[in-house]
């Protein structure tokens, strides 16, 4: 029953360096999600991608890039870490146009100094 | 322009209280309308939806939500709260493009014994 999986769970980044957040998911889900939690703001769509081979900007795509592997995975990159980037970031799926909701991941609490 | 409000940053309530966390939304054409309970450092979790139909419906947990078309609401509900139900309590709305969720900011339920 392992769902979304996302890997790290937590991570320090020093500002400049680069790293890219995993994710994956087992349920044969079309599309797949990067969001982003911050205190006070809710969830914020970073990226998502509708199918396999595609992807497409959310709300808050700068810094960010993403690649749709295959269809159970889905990583998002930070090339060059800021400390506005400090955040929880969540990746979910959902089978079809999303109707019966999404699947979430447990998130990677993400800090960078 | 597609926007969930949660006017309530925390709510709190006695066990055994019936509880409501409230919800407005605008969106263009139908709305889907959903809420999500997120536990302390867990991903977001599906409570229940609103597709159509009836405009009471039933989720997880005990419970409920009620669409109010005229007053653009779906405000959470539960005749009698628990201890367990303290958590971050999230709504979101599907627009039209069935790649984008929008979520509300979130509202805390405090449930005190």
């Known amino acids: 029953n392992a769902g979304v999986t996302q890997t790290p769970k937590f991570q320090v980044l020093k500002t400049g360096q680069s790293m890219t957040l995993q994710c994956a998911q087992d349920m044969n889900h079309n599309s797949m999600y990067w969001y982003r939690q911050d205190p006070g703001m809710g969830l914020r769509l970073i990226y998502y991608?509708?199918?396999?081979?595609?992807?497409d900007k959310g709300e808050v795509p700068n810094g960010y890039n993403v690649s749709r592997l295959n269809k159970r995975e889905f990583s998002l990159r930070l090339e060059s870490a800021a400390p506005s980037q400090t955040s929880v970031y969540f990746c979910?799926?959902?089978?079809?146009?999303?109707?019966?909701?999404?699947?979430f991941g447990s998130g990677t609490r993400l800090t960078v100094v | 322009a597609q926007s969930v409000a949660q006017p309530e940053d925390q709510v709190n309530v006695a066990e055994g209280n019936p509880l409501t966390v409230k919800c407005t939304y605008s969106?263009?054409?139908?709305?889907?309308l959903f809420w999500y309970v997120q536990y302390p450092n867990r991903g977001l979790q599906f409570l229940l939806k609103y597709i159509t139909g009836d405009n009471l419906v039933k989720g997880s947990y005990g419970f409920e939500a009620e669409f109010n078309k005229s007053q653009t609401s779906f405000h959470l509900k539960k005749p009698s709260a628990l201890v367990s139900d303290s958590a971050l309590y999230f709504c979101?709305?599907?627009?039209?493009?069935?790649?984008?969720?929008?979520f509300g900011s979130g509202t805390k339920l405090n449930v005190k014994p």
């Open positions: 991608s509708a199918s396999e081979g595609t992807t």
């Open positions: 979101a709305v599907r627009d039209g493009n069935f790649n984008k969720f929008y």
């Open positions: 969106v263009s054409g139908n709305p889907y």
């Open positions: 979910a799926s959902s089978e079809g146009q999303g109707v019966a909701g999404y699947t």
